[in-house]
């Protein structure tokens, strides 16, 4: 039985959990542009507007009338950031010319024709068409053209105040609103992808455990996403199956390895160099390995045996186990050497010991290292990816499966396809900006041409958050005979692994790449866990 301080524990950690969850759950939301944008007009129109209020009760200046208009020319400008009528100095302008615009009009109402009635709220139907055929030209003329320019140019016939005063609580109100949206624009919006997309701060610390037919170009690749970000780093993975076998690879990796030649990182049995031919050593290592001599009646003095040190069955396993282990931690540290020089990225060399689940051990020596992507080399198993890339898929680190087509280790062309906009297309994006020097293709495919507006929209808030060349493009086919077409313009393809579905999801419509046959190019499937 737990008692009460265990259980008080368990429910704190199974709260914090939840709640932990909760707060990625957000982030993840808040990454869509579209719901950043619904927030901020959630958030900062009753902010503004009750800040204006406020403001108008304290100093009894702006008249509550001026309300309307100013609540929706805020919601254009926090609605619509990028749109050309998103603008500080058309919205200001707008509203203020249309106020102007109606002041003079009923001054020229009341001086001509115009003779208003004591105590009452009625206007002048030509005071009021000349007001916004005044607001029309002006706002056209001086391209500030704003749809709530002719509610301000409307309520000053029924402000009952100054006019004059009116038009400058009209240009000091929506002042005011400007210069919260261009705050709100340059440090939120502006840097929502510094602010909120974690690929581009993260992801820079790369494992890469080795394996597969072109293991180079998959450390490469893993190399040059952590050389993007000035602390990036790479390790470089063997995984080996016993314990033994890896504290010695480790111990040659650290340069702690006993030497008894000066050409070799191993240790070897030494002949008599008077007594055997430096030519025979390695015939009568491989005969003695094959069939160890029997010691029990002699040997005759000029046996080979004689200028060895006595081994028996167990001592030349382990000879063998170390050949192997130096041969690997060679391997390593060549290629470890090549990536330091060609991409300029700190690389070190690690050696996994695991005798159960592949992934775990690739999982775990993750977390020691401190790497926050695993880059692996695809491997297929009998009905799709190998159990081990399925279960890093299920992990709790993201992950970038790489399937090479010719080993290439440079990406010039990249095509990034993308269902919807959300954090796993945007780290998508990242890691391509990151892969290339040239530009990133992003793509959507649509079913009918109503869709198109809509992925264009979807697409362009995509670009915005990226550095370098991003362009977009919106193609009517499906998604896998799109890419059977166009696979052989890029060198890379980068898709999604689809975990963001559901299981009902994935089983009506498999990942993309489940459904794609050979390509001509490479494909990288990126896996977001965090």
Avoid at 106 to 135: C, H, I, K, S
Avoid at 425 to 434: E, K, L, P
Wanted: aromatic share 6%; hydrophobic share 40%.
């Amino acid at each position: 039985m737990l008692g009460p301080a265990e259980r008080v524990r368990g429910l704190r950690k199974q709260l914090s959990r939840r709640f932990h969850g909760q707060v990625r759950a957000f982030r993840r939301w808040i990454e869509n542009t579209r719901n950043l944008v619904h927030l901020s007009v959630l958030v900062a129109l009753p902010l503004l507007l009750g800040a204006v209020t406020a403001l108008s009760n304290a100093i009894d200046l702006l008249p509550f009338l001026l309300f309307p208009p100013l609540a929706s020319g805020s919601y254009t400008l926090f609605a619509n950031p990028e749109s050309r009528y998103a603008s500080p100095r058309r919205f200001v302008a707008g509203l203020t010319a249309g106020a102007f615009s109606g002041w003079i009009a009923l001054e020229l109402a009341l001086r001509f024709w115009y003779q208003p009635q004591p105590q009452t709220l009625a206007a002048d139907p030509g005071a009021v068409a000349l007001g916004l055929l005044l607001t029309g030209v002006v706002t056209w003329g001086l391209d500030i053209e704003e749809a709530s320019a002719f509610a301000t140019a409307l309520l000053v016939h029924v402000t009952g105040a100054n006019q004059f005063a009116y038009v400058l609580s009209v240009a000091a109100s929506s002042t005011l609103v400007a210069g919260a949206f261009v705050l709100w624009r340059d440090t939120v919006y502006e840097q929502r992808a510094n602010i909120l997309y974690e690929s581009t701060r993260g992801d820079d610390h790369v494992l890469v455990p080795t394996g597969g037919p072109h293991e180079d170009a998959t450390a490469m690749l893993g190399a040059r996403l952590a050389a993007a970000h000035d602390a990036g780093k790479v390790v470089l993975c063997d995984i080996v199956e016993d314990e033994d076998i890896a504290a010695q690879e480790q111990a040659l990796l650290d340069g702690h390895g006993a030497r008894t030649d000066e050409e070799s990182d191993v240790l070897v049995p030494q002949a008599d160099s008077a007594g055997v031919q430096p030519g025979d050593v390695h015939q009568n290592w491989a005969d003695f390995e094959r069939e160890p001599p029997d010691h029990s009646e002699g040997v005759d003095a000029g046996d080979i045996s004689q200028d060895w040190d006595a081994y028996d069955e167990r001592a030349i396993r382990d000879r063998a186990r170390d050949r192997a282990v130096a041969s690997s931690a060679t391997a390593l540290e060549a290629r470890a050497e090549r990536i330091e020089t060609v991409v300029g990225v700190p690389c070190e060399v690690v050696v996994a010991a695991g005798s159960g689940s592949r992934a775990r051990t690739i999982a775990r020596t993750a977390k020691e290292t401190g790497c926050d992507l695993i880059t692996v080399p695809y491997r297929t198993g009998n009905d799709g990816p190998a159990p081990h890339i399925r279960e890093l898929f299920r992990g709790d680190i993201d992950v970038l499966v790489h399937q090479s087509y010719d080993g290439r280790a440079r990406w010039s062309r990249v095509l990034v396809p993308v269902r919807q906009a959300s954090d796993v297309s945007h780290a998508m994006i990242d890691f391509a900006t990151r892969l290339t020097g040239g530009t990133v293709s992003v793509c959507h495919c649509i079913d009918a041409e109503r869709e198109r507006r809509d992925a264009e929209e979807m697409l362009a808030n995509l670009a915005e958050t990226a550095d370098g060349r991003v362009e977009t493009r919106v193609a009517r086919a499906d998604i896998a005979s799109f890419l059977e077409a166009n696979a052989s313009q890029f060198d890379l393809i980068v898709l999604g692994s689809s975990r963001d579905r559901s299981t009902a999801s994935r089983f009506l419509s498999p990942p993309t790449y489940e459904r794609l046959g050979d390509l001509e190019s490479d494909i990288a499937i990126l896996d977001r866990n965090y």
